[in-house]
């Protein structure tokens, strides 16, 4: 039986990818969700319009790479994957309803005529409710699950407290920075003015959950305290905080000085940092705090095989989605696609 | 009453209930996708507009039904690990590589590819424009090619040991995704695709037909369905007797409850109908013919079929549902012959086009493969049971610690958000349908453009989005 773990470190190697998967999913979605987060509020019809396809193109894509991470967990790290799930199972189950709603209002909008503004509602309040499931996910993941075994042992309303509450708002706020900052480069006029102005009012908002965030993490857990406050670790990850303060900065300025482009891509950065910082903080347990990644992984000939058809078909992939946005680039016009 | 809800079988329901609904999307765009490819190849071929015409309007349900079917197959990804995770805990080093497979090679290349096959009419050259297509249509087939792997093993399991805490290990790649009832089931389903999306368009074809409208396109739809129809049916017959004996020589349980047999015999006779009951251990009201069922499984009028009784009771399926999933299966592909040799007789009539009855009985034959293949998904699957995975695995050990009445709530939640979102899509694909294709002769023609006319440009001019 062939297997790669004599010379490959298989458990990180995945724990990458699927990091990475699930990160490509947070921007991508977080940017589509985003622009529903933000849809009622914009001007006009045709503002809609417009944002609307300006991520028509891609927002199925988009969302396979949760598909990625939900599978890849599953295949690579099979314990976290089913002690997790049942841990998180109202949340999980909600959100990926709330992605059926709006998924599908993505096509009937364009089909229906009296009834659009059901499905605009739909878009709206599914984009509203999968994103804040996926910040009290969050929530509950940093707080930690409880194991006995090889199975989940909490309480099935752990998921469910203020502090994944604010994670959700935060997580609201978060990927509507996303979809502003979107639509200021993907779209023109009125609705980029608007969005302009959504994206300054809701930059600070993220600003204050990210320090929220960065703040409680270490109160809550002294395993996080000793790792961000401790010499000589304080100065490694100093650039850290400092950084994600500069940007902030720049994308006010940005903002402000009329860049188009610019925003959108120091939001993404924004999103790295506290990427990185989660990271950092967590690492190397995969089910806080209770289940590292080596322990959750799936034996390495299950990992070697599918790490095959990953390094074939990722690369492939990633090009084909570039292409795919490279294709649909500009302005997104109000005209419909079909 | 609510501290009752017993979890394991409301997950099983909702499991049953999400996937049912899911499987329809598949069953539809595995064989649409590979229509459009062919249908967009004749158009760059052969420049007859009636194909580019036909291409036009079905993308657009392909859309729908596509989307419906990403949504509904997140759930499903997710599923495993809410609702099974003790399954998916114990099998995920077998099954996590299978499942994980058919993300990468085809949920992928469908998903990213589409956006071009969808919008990229008038942005990309022709020639990768047609590739898109092809793309997507692959990658309908790879994705049934995995998943369908990743079912044969729960079905027929092999190349795998039970190693440390009850965890399975695989042993042999080839052995776990070519089980042995794999080959088998993934022709048969494939082919049910196929014959569902050729039973769609043709149902679609005879309306137009019937109505006198968009006649050209119609002729074209209905006679590309009716060459399925005469092929294709009667080579699922074949597929599906070696299926059948298949399942007899690797899950005997599973055709003793197919054909509503308890006693073990030599010469065993065909059940027609019956009234399988579980408790008596009878088959009540059965009509016979003699020493058939030994003819069709063992290709011996005196081969003996093992009953139902040789299993403790325990290990038995629910008889009736496999019993009768079974009859309704088989008796809608007896149908589909039947519609393939009608066509046959009335083409070398010459009334293939024009005949009235025949009309309706195809427009009412529309739905029949969508009815097929769920028919035949619950008497695999619940002919499987009590096992999840065959003798190795059961299902009452397979589910999460979760608690009934969250499971209920999930479950109600999906039954109304299926309902409302699914309805929707069904009332959009008919809007679409009754709208018919798009003629473009008139603007392709007029306006002496040399490239292929433009899905937006066309719908803009006439309706806007209001497709």
Redesign the interface.
């Known amino acids: ?1 062939f297997s790669f773990e004599s010379f490959l470190d298989l458990p990180l190697i995945w724990f990458g990818v699927i990091a990475t998967a699930l990160f490509l999913y947070v921007l991508l979605d977080g940017f589509d969700l985003g622009v529903g987060i933000l849809f009622p509020f914009a001007p006009s019809d045709e503002c809609r ?1 417009r944002m609307m396809n300006s991520i ?3 927002w ?2 988009n ?2 790479w ?3 991470s ?7 790290f ?2 976290a ?6 841990a ?3 949340p ?3 959100m ?2 709330g ?3 709006r ?2 209002a ?3 909008r ?4 009296k009834s659009r503004f059901v499905w605009d509602y739909a878009f709206h309040v599914g984009s509203i409710v999968a994103t804040f499931m996926q910040g009290m996910i969050l929530g509950a993941f940093v707080k930690g699950v409880q194991v006995d075994g ?4 909490g309480h ?1 309303f752990d998921w469910l407290n203020a502090y994944s509450f604010m994670t959700g708002v935060a997580l609201l706020f978060g990927y509507a920075l996303l979809g502003s900052t979107w639509l200021v480069m993907k779209t023109e006029s009125i609705t980029q003015h608007w969005a302009r102005k959504c994206a300054s009012y809701v930059l600070g908002y993220v600003g204050v959950f990210m320090g929220i965030v960065s703040i409680s993490m270490p109160m809550m857990n002294t395993g996080v305290r000793d790792l961000w406050f401790s010499l000589p670790n304080c100065f490694y990850l100093l650039p850290v905080p400092l950084v994600t303060a500069g940007l902030f900065i720049r994308i006010w300025h940005d903002l402000h000085k009329g860049l188009e482009t610019r925003p959108f891509f120091m939001s993404i950065a924004v999103f790295l940092m506290g990427y990185f910082g989660l990271g950092v903080s967590l690492w190397p347990w995969l089910v806080p705090f209770a289940i590292t990644f080596r322990q959750a992984a ?2 390495g ?2 990992q070697s ?2 790490l095959v ?2 390094v074939i ?2 690369p492939v ?1 990633l090009s ?2 570039a292409y ?1 946005y490279y ?2 680039r500009g302005k997104a016009s109000s ?4 | 009453m609510i501290e009752n809800l017993d979890p394991v079988l409301l997950s099983r329901i909702q499991f049953a209930f999400s996937l049912s609904f899911h499987i329809f999307f598949p069953a539809f765009t595995i064989g649409l996708a590979s229509w459009l490819a062919v249908l967009e190849w004749l158009w760059l071929k052969t420049g007859n507009t009636a194909y580019s015409e036909i291409y036009g309007m079905w993308v657009k349900i392909f859309a729908v039904t596509f989307g419906m079917g990403v949504v509904s197959g997140v759930v499903m990804s997710f599923q495993f690990g809410t609702n099974f995770s003790a399954f998916s805990d114990k099998a995920g080093n077998v099954l996590g590589p299978l499942l994980g497979y058919e993300v990468l090679t085809a949920f992928f290349l469908e998903a990213s590819s589409l956006g071009v096959m969808l919008f990229g009419w008038n942005r990309v050259r022709p020639a990768i424009h047609f590739a898109s297509t092809v793309i997507v249509a692959a990658g309908t087939v790879m994705s049934a090619f995995w998943i369908l792997s990743a079912n044969s093993w729960m079905q027929t399991p092999q190349g795998f040991r039970v190693g440390e805490n009850g965890l399975l290990y695989p042993t042999d790649w080839l052995k776990v995704i070519f089980s042995p009832s794999f080959p088998y089931r993934f022709v048969h389903m494939v082919t049910a695709a196929y014959l569902t999306t050729a039973f769609v368009v043709g149902g679609i074809g005879a309306f137009y037909l019937w109505r006198g409208r968009n006649l050209k396109q119609a002729r074209v739809m209905f006679a590309m369905a009716m060459i399925m129809a005469i092929f294709v049916a009667p080579m699922q017959l074949v597929f599906g007797d070696l299926h059948g004996r298949n399942t007899f020589v690797h899950q005997p349980t599973k055709v003793a409850a197919i054909e509503g047999l308890w006693e073990t015999q030599s010469g065993a006779p065909l059940n027609l109908f019956g009234w399988p009951d579980q408790k008596e251990e009878i088959t009540k009201y059965a009509v016979e013919i003699p020493r058939l069922s030994s003819l069709i499984l063992t290709h011996d009028l005196n081969g003996e079929v093992r009953g139902l009784k040789a299993w403790p009771r325990e290990d038995r399926p629910p008889v009736f549902w496999v019993f009768w999933s079974f009859r309704f299966m088989v008796g809608i592909g007896g149908l589909m012959i039947l519609t393939g040799v009608s066509a046959l007789v009335l083409y070398f009539r010459k009334r293939l086009f024009d005949t009235k009855w025949f009309q309706y009985w195809c427009m009412a034959m529309t739905p029949a493969g969508f009815a097929a293949v769920l028919a035949g998904w619950f008497v695999t699957e619940i002919g499987r049971q009590p096992y999840i995975i065959q003798g190795v695995m059961r299902t009452s050990e397979a589910s999460s610690p979760v608690i009934g009445p969250a499971v209920a709530i999930s479950l109600a939640a999906f039954v109304l958000t299926y309902s409302v979102v699914f309805g929707a899509g069904a009332y959009y694909i008919v809007q679409l349908i009754k709208k018919g294709p798009d003629v473009e002769a008139d603007v392709y023609g007029s306006h002496g453009v040399k490239e292929p006319p433009l899905i937006t440009g066309l719908t803009s001019k006439e309706e806007g989005r209001h497709v």
């Open positions: 039986m319009d028509a193109p891609f199925d894509g969302e396979t949760l598909v990625l939900g599978g890849g967990l599953f295949a690579a099979p314990l994957y089913s002690i997790l799930m049942p998180l199972y109202m999980v189950i909600l990926l309803l992605l059926i709603f998924g599908v993505f096509e009937f364009f089909k229906a005529v090889r199975s989940f042992a099935p799936a034996a000939t299950s095989f599918l058809g990953t078909t990722l992939i084909y989605t795919c294709v649909f005209e419909g696609y079909y």
